[in-house]
């Protein structure tokens, strides 16, 4: 046996680790969504009550009691799912975004987008205001959280071109970003309605409470296409993070690509965000447990993020819905896992090189 | 001997300067403040108004229910107490935010930025929502003893990694970032624990208003904000050597970990007491200071007072504008900070600076 032909084993060994390590967090998070959709509140819905239901729809029978159906069939299935699909796609958002920006603290939250997107999502559904003067909701809803999420993905990329700006810089610059937003969507919010605090509130911390089966289509649908998009070019994505110079002798067109990348990205969270409001630190959290497990190579890194950010998300939307009676937005989980995560990678950051 | 006289009249020149620029805050805070009074419901006139609190203050008494009597009743007990209590938000939180930049170095730091303002509100809720006070002294200084402890964990944390990894001016403000995010997680959850229609009210806690004023809730700020402000313009000249880096200031004598914990449960202390009454206020302690630092040089003796004074005319001006901007209806004056603080922010980190604190 020859060396080469050993490390050949191993090395395609490890490769199978690590796509059934990712099957694995698959399996456990289209598990946890089905569990999640037992989990209500509202009414005396028992175990047993749910299955029935389930089972109905799934044979195509009808169901006798209305109120049971519309809670199980209505609400709590497209919420399993829409947490599935926004929990793979903020994971996705943050793991390609590290990699652009050869920064650990990146994702489409900490850089602003997020916010970008929601001030344009809150400025339709309270003042009734579309940027393309579009009249069906949703498409106006999305468009507006798309033109506004471009002011922060336009400025990281701006600012990124900066040689003194360090990865700690551009963070603390999308936070500012999102200050500004925030604000701004918070004003907004009580110049339309003063009543409508409470729903602010929801937005600003994100819930996925407002999951239907005619929203759901559109997120899956984006979630799906974009996070193969990036996935082909996860190769690439993978060259860059040794800096644009050897990306280029390598042949990758590192500029272009880096652009490209973040707009994807910046949709994709724009149509989340329309539906969910801003969800803290999944991309955040996802992508780093996620490179524990299977590393800095994009390709198996982006599908073990995604399922990672599935499992979280939906997990964290479990706590919420047993927590609290009438269900807690998910963003206030989220945030409370994901804050001390993000301080420990600040400490970590300042002791040692990212990469 | 001719250089020597240039040397001091500059210096004399330069006081003046700074004199003229505290007289001119001062006087805009006047003048802001009769503004703001003019909008009372009951027409009363801008001079009127200096009119009736100049008389009240000297002890006149008009006929019991005259005209007069109403006016008088009405703007002593409604709109005084939010016009005091503004001029102490501004004083405090900028006392607070200059204090802060010196004794971390750092030009961003200030208590809404580092998290303080977040813990403390954290404490404050959690009094008000659940009764549990960390004290056996209950009612409104129960809270504010909680929002002290509540404040105090956020500047402790970073007072400690400080001390343990050297942290650059931005990654301390990160740290201060996320925990804010953490504690206004948890004051969510204590909120909807305990009733789920307090989800509007743990809202509008985290955005600070002036609104619903009485001299009852002025008095522990006052007296918090006054003690505490003397004491850090009384250490102003050792704030000013810790400027020059901590082993600089060791060598000159001042006992550099003392003194920060010291500063920094006072900064805890006074934070706390003005959020327990009127909610989280962000950016006062960052935009006045810097300005002030803009137009004054950095020397703390004078940026403090300056600082006070031009933090005062940024609340009362702040506070006006979101009673006037949807007249009758009122924003909460926490929201008019930030869209003009968030901005302000933004640009002190983009851009590219040299001199005060070395920011990257």
Same mark, same amino acid.
Not at chain 2, 263 to 272: H, P, Q
């Given at each position: 046996?020859?060396?080469?032909?050993?490390?050949?084993?191993?090395?395609?060994?490890?490769?199978?680790?690590?796509?059934?390590?990712?099957?694995?967090?698959?399996?456990?998070?289209?598990?946890?969504?089905?569990?999640?959709?037992?989990?209500?509140?509202?009414?005396?819905?028992?175990?047993?009550?749910?299955?029935?239901?389930?089972?109905?729809?799934?044979?195509?029978?009808?169901?006798?009691?209305?109120?049971?159906?519309?809670?199980?069939?209505?609400?709590?299935?497209?919420?399993?799912?829409?947490?599935?699909?926004?929990?793979?796609?903020?994971?996705?958002?943050?793991?390609?975004?590290?990699?652009?920006?050869?920064?650990?603290?990146?994702?489409?939250?900490?850089?602003?987008?997020?916010?970008?997107?929601?001030?344009?999502?809150?400025?339709?559904?309270?003042?009734?205001?579309?940027?393309?003067?579009?009249?069906?909701?949703?498409?106006?809803?999305?468009?507006?959280?798309?033109?506004?999420?471009?002011?922060?993905?336009?400025?990281?990329?701006?600012?990124?071109?900066?040689?003194?700006?360090?990865?700690?810089?551009?963070?603390?610059?999308?936070?500012?970003?999102?200050?500004?937003?925030?604000?701004?969507?918070?004003?907004?919010?009580?110049?339309?309605?003063?009543?409508?605090?409470?729903?602010?509130?929801?937005?600003?911390?994100?819930?996925?409470?407002?999951?239907?089966?005619?929203?759901?289509?559109?997120?899956?649908?984006?979630?799906?296409?974009?996070?193969?998009?990036?996935?082909?070019?996860?190769?690439?994505?993978?060259?860059?993070?040794?800096?644009?110079?050897?990306?280029?002798?390598?042949?990758?067109?590192?500029?272009?690509?880096?652009?490209?990348?973040?707009?994807?990205?910046?949709?994709?969270?724009?149509?989340?965000?329309?539906?969910?409001?801003?969800?803290?630190?999944?991309?955040?959290?996802?992508?780093?447990?996620?490179?524990?497990?299977?590393?800095?190579?994009?390709?198996?890194?982006?599908?073990?993020?995604?399922?990672?950010?599935?499992?979280?998300?939906?997990?964290?939307?479990?706590?919420?819905?047993?927590?609290?009676?009438?269900?807690?937005?998910?963003?206030?989980?989220?945030?409370?896992?994901?804050?001390?995560?993000?301080?420990?990678?600040?400490?970590?950051?300042?002791?040692?090189?990212?990469? | 001997?001719?250089?020597?006289?240039?040397?001091?009249?500059?210096?004399?020149?330069?006081?003046?300067?700074?004199?003229?620029?505290?007289?001119? *805050?001062? %006087?805009? $805070?006047?003048? !802001? /403040?009769?503004? &703001? =009074?003019?909008? +009372?419901?009951?027409?009363?006139?801008?001079?009127?108004?200096?009119?009736?609190?100049?008389?009240?203050?000297?002890?006149?008494?008009?006929?019991?229910?005259?005209?007069?009597?109403?006016?008088?009743?009405?703007?002593?007990?409604?709109?005084?107490?939010?016009?005091?209590?503004?001029?102490?938000?501004? *004083?405090? %939180?900028? $006392?607070?935010? !200059? /204090?802060?930049? &010196? =004794?971390?170095? +750092?030009?961003?730091?200030?208590?809404?930025?580092?998290?303080?303002?977040?813990?403390?509100?954290?404490?404050?809720?959690?009094?008000?929502?659940?009764?549990?006070?960390?004290?056996?002294?209950?009612?409104?200084?129960?809270?504010?003893?909680?929002?002290?402890?509540?404040?105090?964990?956020?500047?402790?944390?970073?007072?400690?990694?400080?001390?343990?990894?050297?942290? &650059?001016?931005?990654?301390?403000?990160?740290?201060?970032?996320?925990?804010?995010?953490?504690?206004?997680?948890?004051?969510?959850?204590?909120?909807?624990?305990?009733?789920?229609?307090?989800?509007?009210?743990?809202?509008?806690?985290?955005?600070?208003?002036?609104?619903?004023?009485?001299?009852?809730?002025?008095?522990?700020?006052?007296?918090?904000?006054?003690?505490?402000?003397?004491?850090?313009?009384?250490?102003?000249?050792?704030?000013?050597?810790?400027?020059?880096?901590?082993?600089?200031?060791?060598?000159?004598?001042?006992?550099?970990?003392?003194?920060?914990?010291?500063?920094?449960?006072?900064?805890?202390?006074?934070?706390?007491?003005?959020?327990?009454?009127?909610?989280?206020?962000?950016?006062?302690?960052?935009?006045?200071?810097?300005?002030?630092?803009?137009?004054?040089?950095?020397?703390?003796?004078?940026?403090?007072?300056?600082?006070?004074?031009?933090?005062?005319?940024?609340?009362?001006?702040?506070?006006?504008?979101?009673?006037?901007?949807?007249?009758?209806?009122?924003?909460?004056?926490?929201?008019?900070?930030?869209?003009?603080?968030?901005?302000?922010?933004?640009?002190?980190?983009?851009?590219?600076?040299?001199?005060?604190?070395?920011?990257?």
């Amino acid at each position: 046996m020859s060396p080469e032909m050993f490390d050949e084993n191993v090395y395609y060994r490890s490769n199978s680790r690590k796509v059934s390590l990712t099957i694995v967090f698959l399996v456990l998070a289209v598990l946890t969504a089905f569990f999640s959709i037992f989990l209500s509140k509202i009414g005396d819905l028992s175990f047993e009550a749910t299955w029935e239901i389930l089972k109905a729809h799934l044979s195509g029978t009808s169901v006798d009691n209305e109120i049971h159906d519309l809670v199980v069939w209505e609400y709590n299935v497209p919420r399993a799912i829409m947490g599935l699909f926004v929990g793979a796609g903020l994971a996705v958002g943050g793991a390609v975004m590290q990699a652009l920006m050869r920064n650990p603290l990146a994702d489409p939250y900490t850089t602003g987008v997020a916010s970008g997107a929601s001030l344009g999502a809150v400025m339709f559904f309270t003042m009734g205001i579309s940027l393309l003067s579009l009249d069906n909701y949703t498409l106006a809803t999305t468009t507006n959280a798309l033109i506004l999420s471009m002011i922060p993905t336009m400025a990281i990329v701006l600012i990124s071109q900066h040689k003194h700006i360090t990865p700690t810089t551009m963070i603390l610059a999308g936070i500012a970003i999102m200050y500004v937003f925030r604000a701004a969507t918070s004003l907004m919010m009580f110049v339309a309605d003063p009543e409508s605090v409470e729903e602010a509130y929801i937005w600003s911390v994100g819930t996925l409470g407002s999951a239907s089966w005619d929203n759901i289509w559109f997120v899956a649908g984006s979630v799906t296409v974009i996070s193969v998009l990036l996935l082909l070019v996860s190769n690439q994505v993978t060259i860059m993070t040794a800096g644009d110079r050897s990306a280029s002798t390598m042949g990758v067109w590192a500029k272009p690509l880096r652009i490209i990348c973040l707009l994807l990205i910046a949709i994709m969270t724009a149509i989340m965000v329309s539906f969910t409001g801003t969800i803290g630190f999944m991309g955040l959290v996802a992508p780093h447990i996620a490179r524990v497990f299977v590393g800095s190579n994009m390709r198996y890194l982006i599908p073990c993020s995604a399922a990672l950010g599935s499992l979280i998300l939906i997990g964290a939307d479990c706590l919420a819905k047993t927590i609290s009676m009438t269900g807690m937005p998910v963003g206030v989980i989220t945030s409370i896992i994901g804050g001390p995560i993000f301080i420990i990678l600040l400490i970590k950051g300042a002791k040692k090189v990212w990469f | 001997m001719s250089g020597g006289e240039d040397i001091e009249v500059q210096y004399t020149h330069h006081v003046q300067r700074r004199l003229i620029f505290i007289a001119f *805050c001062t %006087l805009g $805070v006047i003048l !802001v /403040a009769g503004f &703001s =009074l003019t909008i +009372n419901g009951r027409g009363i006139g801008f001079l009127e108004c200096y009119e009736y609190i100049i008389n009240h203050i000297l002890g006149t008494e008009y006929p019991f229910r005259s005209d007069a009597w109403f006016d008088d009743y009405v703007l002593w007990n409604t709109y005084v107490p939010r016009i005091v209590m503004g001029i102490l938000v501004g *004083c405090g %939180l900028a $006392v607070c935010g !200059v /204090a802060m930049q &010196s =004794l971390m170095n +750092n030009p961003l730091a200030d208590p809404y930025t580092v998290g303080i303002s977040d813990g403390a509100c954290f404490g404050a809720v959690a009094a008000i929502v659940t009764g549990f006070s960390l004290s056996s002294v209950m009612g409104s200084m129960g809270v504010v003893t909680n929002a002290f402890v509540g404040g105090l964990i956020p500047a402790m944390i970073i007072v400690l990694l400080s001390s343990i990894v050297r942290l &650059s001016p931005a990654t301390t403000i990160l740290i201060g970032v996320a925990m804010s995010y953490i504690f206004s997680g948890l004051e969510t959850t204590i909120m909807m624990t305990a009733d789920a229609d307090t989800l509007k009210e743990a809202y509008l806690w985290q955005i600070g208003t002036l609104n619903g004023m009485t001299w009852e809730r002025c008095y522990i700020p006052m007296i918090l904000t006054i003690v505490g402000s003397a004491f850090l313009m009384y250490s102003s000249k050792n704030l000013n050597l810790l400027s020059l880096g901590d082993s600089s200031a060791k060598s000159l004598g001042l006992n550099v970990d003392q003194f920060r914990t010291l500063c920094m449960l006072i900064v805890a202390f006074l934070v706390a007491s003005l959020v327990s009454f009127v909610g989280v206020i962000g950016f006062v302690g960052l935009v006045a200071p810097h300005l002030v630092r803009m137009l004054l040089g950095g020397d703390n003796k004078f940026v403090m007072p300056a600082s006070m004074m031009l933090g005062s005319l940024f609340v009362l001006f702040a506070d006006l504008l979101s009673r006037v901007l949807i007249y009758p209806g009122e924003l909460r004056v926490g929201l008019i900070i930030s869209m003009i603080g968030a901005p302000i922010f933004l640009y002190m980190i983009v851009r590219k600076k040299k001199g005060y604190g070395e920011v990257f």
